[in-house]
């Protein structure tokens, strides 16, 4: 195993423990990006 290997084996370690985290602050951040850009058309008009 080299330490490339390693990373990657820790990355999708890391990842696959955080997804249902992950997963739910994504749906927040869309969410609010959605909201940001709304509002930023509505200002614009």
Not at 14 to 34: G, M, Q, R
């Amino acid at each position: 195993m080299t330490v490339k290997t390693l990373l990657i084996a820790e990355t999708l370690a890391f990842i696959a423990v955080n997804i249902p985290v992950f997963s739910l602050e994504l749906k927040i951040l869309l969410f609010v990006d959605e909201r940001i850009l709304i509002t930023d058309r509505s200002l614009s008009i």
